[in-house]
């Protein structure tokens, strides 16, 4: 599986745009990137995926970089409640064994 | 409303004893995932099955077992045999879809062994 590196923690103003980097530089043209993130004693949460292109919905932007080689998720206005551990995870488009492999990602915190 | 089901959401055992953790979705998926969190740490994958009947061990298996005898159910059991029972413990499900294969999750259980 293609690994990733996020940055262990970030934090923002409440209202300001968070951006969370993730380098996944050894993925490959069969796999896509995910982002879910977990708050506190919860399960986590999927926000969005994407293959190359930009993808926004309701929650979230993710921009890929045209190497594909690192993202960007941007929350374009936090709140108190996306202070949480966001996960960036590389998998393949059709994975046979459905895994999902996950890092430690980023406690994002955001401030009042 | 669909969804996945863990429970319980706190359980409590002595040392020695063996736990059945319970997990239930009604998202008619196929794949569903047993995941084990430490304090501050990731999620690490215990065993997971993709369809009836089969499961395939993840990456921290040793003393865990899983049954998937119904599509909608699986059950972890957390044996004695398991060093560091203590952990928050997550059931995951998914299905595969051409292009996304996003996973639900349950709300957790929250082992502490004593």
Not at chain 2, 99 to 111: H, I, P, V
Request: proline residues 5%; aromatic residues 10%.
């Amino acid at each position: 599986d293609a690994k990733t590196t996020q940055p262990p923690s970030m934090d923002c103003a409440e209202g300001r745009a968070a951006n969370l980097p993730c380098n996944h530089s050894t993925i490959s043209g069969n796999e896509y990137v995910y982002w879910y993130r977990q708050i506190h004693s919860q399960g986590p949460q999927y926000i969005i995926h994407g293959l190359k292109n930009n993808e926004t919905n309701e929650m979230a932007s993710l921009i890929i970089t045209e190497d594909r080689k690192s993202s960007t998720l941007t929350l374009p206005h936090a709140t108190l409640r996306d202070t949480a551990v966001y996960y960036c995870i590389v998998r393949p488009r059709m994975d046979s064994s459905y895994k999902l492999i996950f890092g430690s990602g980023t406690r994002l915190l955001v401030r009042p | 409303d669909g969804g996945i089901t863990q429970s319980p959401k706190y359980l409590f055992r002595k040392e020695g004893q063996n736990v059945t953790l319970s997990c239930e979705q009604n998202l008619n998926h196929d794949a569903m995932y047993w995941y084990r969190q430490d304090p501050g740490q990731g999620l690490r994958l215990i065993y997971y099955s993709q369809i009836v009947n089969d499961f395939q061990k993840g990456d921290i298996a040793e003393g865990y077992s899983v049954s998937r005898e119904k599509k909608e159910s699986f059950p972890l059991t957390v044996t004695s045999a398991q060093k560091n029972p203590t952990a928050f413990y997550l059931c995951a499900s998914s299905t595969p879809r051409l292009g996304n294969t996003e996973a639900f999750f349950g709300q957790g259980t929250r082992l502490t062994v004593v």
